[in-house]
């Protein structure tokens, strides 16, 4: 597991936890920047993924 990958998928958590607690808290803005955060995590955990896989093809 990579770097991208490994803080890819802690941004996730992080976004996803922000995004729960933003609804429980009826904070829309709260909501919307967790859900923010988890996307770009899971983006960058997904270019890490891609970058694995290159370099296990060559």
């Known amino acids: 597991?990579?770097?991208d990958q490994v803080k890819g998928r802690i941004e996730e958590a992080k976004g996803k936890v922000k995004e729960v607690t933003?609804?429980?808290l009826d904070d829309k803005?709260?909501?919307v920047e967790?859900?923010?955060q988890k996307n770009v995590g899971?983006?960058?955990a997904g270019f890490g993924d891609l970058k694995d896989d290159l370099k296990k093809n060559k």
């Open 22 to 24: 933003g609804k429980v």
């Open 34 to 36: 967790g859900n923010v």
């Open 29 to 31: 803005g709260m909501e």
């Open 1 to 3: 597991m990579n770097k």
């Open 42 to 44: 899971k983006g960058r």
